[in-house]
């Protein structure tokens, strides 16, 4: 089990507007009216207002960042780093400037609804098994497709992945020494490949990516519910 119970986030955030049929990046969009990525920013801070908090942005999205901010008067600490040309590279940018041993959630900047207990139970895991990754069973059906032909799979030997993905420290940046490939869609398929076993822990369905823009007319549903 760690010893050193400091704990980091590194919250990524670099998307665009495409699929959100936005000229706005979807982390800067404003639901129950405030930015998404400050809505996240706050779920961290309410698990531990004493986690380290890294933003890893587009150079070119920072400055409107810290526009955003001093706009909504947001002052909770973190901070920025400058990401990279793919989601592997953005993530070595964000351990890059944390410089202790504990250990580190990597979160999507646009996952607002993450509970805290979510968040508490990950932390928990990894710190105890050297990592812990979110996901949530599959509620529908699904099929796959090969050749022109489908066909029926069990779901219930299938899960979701969400965010957030919680390790060591030192496991992360072990894996993040590995020459990027294309089959690392998260950091658990990067720790996997230095043949790690990755624990799951359960996450929830409100910890929606908001990604479209039905998502977004769900998240401003989901505020008003004050669940």
């Not at 219930?156 to 390790?167: E, G, K, M, S």
């Not at 940046?173 to 294309?182: F, G, K, N, T, V």
């Not at 990067?190 to 624990?199: A, H, T």
């Amino acid at each position: 089990m760690l010893v050193n119970n400091q704990e980091y986030a590194i919250l990524v955030a670099g998307g665009s507007g495409t699929r959100m049929q936005s000229q706005l990046p979807k982390q800067f969009l404003s639901i129950g009216g405030q930015p998404i990525l400050m809505h996240t920013i706050q779920r961290f801070h309410l698990y531990n207002p004493h986690i380290k908090i890294v933003l890893v942005l587009p150079a070119d999205q920072i400055f409107f960042w810290q526009q955003l901010c001093a706009e909504h008067a947001f002052t909770l600490p973190h901070q920025v780093v400058e990401g990279g040309a793919s989601r592997f590279a953005s993530v070595k940018n964000g351990l890059a400037v944390i410089m202790g041993e504990g250990v580190v959630a990597v979160h999507d900047g646009v996952r607002p609804f993450v509970p805290v207990s979510i968040i508490r139970e990950a932390f928990t895991v990894a710190a105890e098994k050297g990592n812990a990754v979110v996901a949530v069973p599959l509620k529908e059906s699904i099929r796959i497709v090969s050749e022109g032909s489908s066909r029926a799979l069990d779901r219930n030997q299938y899960r979701l992945v969400q965010t957030p993905q919680c390790f060591q420290l030192s496991l992360l940046r072990q894996a993040y020494q590995l020459p990027e490939e294309s089959s690392f869609t998260d950091d658990a398929s990067v720790v996997e490949r230095l043949g790690e076993k990755i624990y799951l822990v359960p996450g929830a369905y409100e910890n929606v990516k908001i990604t479209t823009p039905e998502d977004l007319l769900w998240a401003e549903s989901f505020l008003q519910s004050g669940k």
